[in-house]
Every structure is written in structure tokens, then in C-alpha cells.
């Protein structure tokens, strides 16, 4: 997997966007009214699902973009576990048939079927390409994933001391800034891809600032939800 590469200057930029996301958060959340800001439909739990829709269309998208089998694959598993993450998030108030379904068990069955439809379907017709993708995945090319996981284990320790506020608190910064990583993975691969445009000073620095401006677009609409 030759087209999937993590540079320092990423590593870089995904430290400085993790801190200002963790920052952001922390001092966003007040403890006092922490039910309100910790809500499922609060700021923090809106951005989550934002950093989720995100990072699964780019998965998507680095997927028809590249032109290696064993990419594409990985990024279509990526892109699949973002849209699971996301359901799972997703929180909607029961006021018809359609967000009944999105909270019923039926749709945990449906969302099944389809991952392992897919994974059969890879099994079966493209077994040459697990061996690429595992070599991968257990490779010091994989750390930013590993970033990930981390992060949300971390969030998982802390759901299980759910009982006090600070606890809760970073619960959820945890798992957003899992999120995130995943988000900004994702951009970062499609960056990467033979279609993407000619990389130079300029281009990094219009990537910055569009995602600098996304970032504060996403902090404006945390101050707009009640």
C-alpha cells in the first residue's frame, strides 16, 4: 500500500488539530450545565457526527480515486466503519417512521447484513488483497490509526467511570478527537492520490487554511444550538 503514506508535516498537523480540538472542548463544556453541553444533540455530540460524515465521504472518495485493489479496499473498510461509528452516534428524536427506524433494532440488522455482504464479498472474489491490507495495518505505516484507536479506547475507559461529571467530560473529548483523526486521515489520503492536484507551498497552505475555516465553521455552529 505504496499510496498511503504519513509524512512528519502530518504528523505535525494532526498533533496541532487534536490540541486545539481537545482545548476547544474542554473549555466549551460547563461543568455546572454539563447535561446540556454533553447532550446527544449538544455541541460536542453534533461535531462528532460531523467529524464522521466527513472522514466516511473522504474514505469514500480516496477509494475511487486510487487505483490500487488493496487501497481501495482498506478504504472502503475505513469508510464502512466511519457510516457504523456514525449510526451509532446518532441520536434523532421519534417523530415518524423514518427516525423510528433509524432508532430501531432493524436497522443494527440491516447495517449488519451490509458489512458482511461486503466482507463476504471481498472473502470471496478478492482474497489476494487481505494479505496487502494486513501487512499494513500491522505496519509503523498504520500509526495514525493507531492514534485512533487509542483515542477512543481511552474514551472507552473513561464511559466506564461514567458516574462523575469529569469523567464524562473527557469521555467525550476523547472520542471526538478519535474522530477527528480518522476525519483528517481520511483528507490526508485522498491528498495523497494520483488524481489529487500538484502538491506545492501554496496548496499546503490553502489546505490549512480551509481546514482551520471548517474548524472555526464547526465551533460558530456549536454556539448557535441552544
Same mark, same amino acid.
Given at each position: 500500500?505504496?499510496? !498511503?503514506?504519513? %509524512?512528519?508535516?502530518?504528523?505535525?498537523?494532526?498533533? !496541532? +488539530?487534536?490540541?486545539? =480540538?481537545?482545548?476547544? +472542548?474542554?473549555? $466549551?463544556? /460547563?461543568?455546572? /450545565?454539563? *447535561?446540556? *453541553?454533553?447532550?446527544?444533540?449538544?455541541?460536542?455530540?453534533?461535531?462528532?457526527?460531523? #467529524?464522521?460524515?466527513?472522514?466516511?465521504?473522504?474514505?469514500?472518495?480516496?477509494?475511487?480515486?486510487?487505483?490500487?485493489?488493496?487501497?481501495?479496499?482498506?478504504?472502503?473498510?475505513?469508510?464502512?466503519?466511519?457510516?457504523?461509528?456514525?449510526?451509532?452516534?446518532?441520536?434523532?428524536? =421519534?417523530?415518524?417512521?423514518?427516525?423510528? #427506524?433509524?432508532?430501531?433494532?432493524?436497522?443494527?440488522?440491516?447495517? &449488519?447484513?451490509?458489512?458482511? &455482504?461486503?466482507?463476504?464479498?471481498?472473502?470471496?472474489?478478492?482474497?489476494?488483497?487481505?494479505?496487502?491490507?494486513?501487512?499494513?495495518?500491522? *505496519? $509503523?505505516?498504520?500509526?495514525?490509526?493507531?492514534?485512533?484507536?487509542?483515542?477512543?479506547?481511552?474514551?472507552? %475507559?473513561?464511559?466506564?467511570?461514567?458516574?462523575?461529571?469529569? =469523567?464524562?467530560? $473527557?469521555?467525550?473529548?476523547?472520542?471526538?478527537?478519535? #474522530?477527528?483523526?480518522?476525519?483528517?486521515?481520511?483528507?490526508?489520503?485522498?491528498?495523497?492520490?494520483?488524481?489529487?492536484?500538484?502538491?506545492? %507551498?501554496? &496548496? /499546503?497552505?490553502?489546505?490549512?487554511?480551509?481546514?482551520?475555516?471548517?474548524?472555526?465553521?464547526?465551533?460558530?455552529?456549536?454556539?448557535?444550538?441552544?
Amino acid at each position: 500500500m505504496t499510496k !498511503i503514506v504519513f %509524512t512528519p508535516k502530518f504528523a505535525l498537523f494532526l498533533f !496541532i +488539530f487534536l490540541a486545539t =480540538n481537545a482545548l476547544y +472542548f474542554w473549555l $466549551k463544556i /460547563d461543568p455546572v /450545565d454539563v *447535561s446540556v *453541553s454533553l447532550d446527544e444533540s449538544g455541541p460536542i455530540e453534533t461535531v462528532q457526527l460531523a #467529524y464522521l460524515a466527513g472522514g466516511a465521504l473522504l474514505f469514500f472518495a480516496a477509494a475511487a480515486a486510487t487505483l490500487s485493489g488493496t487501497e481501495r479496499m482498506f478504504c472502503i473498510a475505513m469508510a464502512m466503519l466511519g457510516l457504523v461509528f456514525f449510526l451509532r452516534e446518532m441520536e434523532v428524536d =421519534n417523530a415518524g417512521p423514518i427516525s423510528a #427506524y433509524l432508532e430501531s433494532r432493524l436497522l443494527r440488522t440491516h447495517e &449488519a447484513i451490509v458489512v458482511a &455482504a461486503v466482507i463476504s464479498f471481498y472473502l470471496v472474489f478478492r482474497w489476494s488483497l487481505i494479505g496487502g491490507v494486513m501487512s499494513f495495518v500491522f *505496519s $509503523k505505516s498504520a500509526w495514525p490509526f493507531y492514534v485512533a484507536a487509542i483515542l477512543l479506547l481511552a474514551g472507552a %475507559t473513561f464511559d466506564i467511570f461514567h458516574g462523575s461529571v469529569p =469523567n464524562q467530560i $473527557k469521555e467525550e473529548i476523547f472520542e471526538c478527537s478519535s #474522530y477527528l483523526t480518522l476525519l483528517l486521515i481520511a483528507g490526508a489520503i485522498c491528498y495523497q492520490q494520483p488524481g489529487a492536484r500538484i502538491r506545492s %507551498t501554496s &496548496a /499546503d497552505f490553502l489546505m490549512v487554511v480551509v481546514t482551520v475555516s471548517l474548524f472555526a465553521g464547526a465551533c460558530w455552529l456549536t454556539e448557535q444550538i441552544p
